[in-house]
């Protein structure tokens, strides 16, 4: 069965602090995997979009490694903000259909001033 | 651009009230696509539809229709709601099916008492 997991559910941080979140996913065919960042009461945003062949995408202070081998992706937060605090969705998809798109349930990040 | 708009933003029903969810977007996106999110879980598909006058079943379609007669937009009806239909409703839009970044609307909040 194709599915997302994420790690850890949930997290707090100090402002400042760097923060690693964790994806794993037993999706197959693989076609990319993505990292969206949820507000409360929002819908999703996309922060970083990946294929196969790539292995690290980075949108400011967000990076994603994906490891296609391991089926493993994580998102590295640098330099944390106040406004970093949300919800953070991996979601892969496993082909061209929009029936294809698993959604991870997420991690809850929270900053700390 | 507006990007995806939802309406209402947040809505409360009796059981056995039908309603219709209200999702336009401005991108000119054939793609369009229902989800629901519950507390723990991913968000998981209801419907979609890949252009005007076509849609599909998603993974949990039971109780909800749509119907996809423009390209704008794409209203969601509960047809006898009930209280396990109480949730949050994202509408995303894209450009391709499966591969591409999803824009998601603001989310409607819905209680079934």
Known sequence: K????QSPQSLIILEGKNCTLQCNYTVSPFSNLRWYKQDTGRGPVSLTIMTFSENTKSNGRYTATLDADTKQSSLHITASQLSDSASY?????A???ASKIIFGSGTRLS??? | NAGVT???KFQVL???QSMTLQCAQDMNHEYMSWYRQD?????RLIHYSVGAGITDQGEVPNGYNVSRSTTEDFPLR???AAPSQTSVYFCASSSSEGTDTQYFGPGTRLTVL
């Open chain 1, 2 to 5: 194709n599915q997302v997991e």
């Open chain 1, 89 to 93: 969705i991996c979601v892969v998809s």
């Open chain 1, 95 to 97: 082909g061209s259909s």
């Open chain 1, 111 to 113: 900053i700390r001033p």
């Open chain 2, 6 to 8: 939802q309406t209402p």
């Open chain 2, 14 to 16: 009796k059981t056995g």
């Open chain 2, 39 to 43: 507390p723990g879980m991913g968000l």
């Open chain 2, 78 to 80: 509960l047809l006898s």
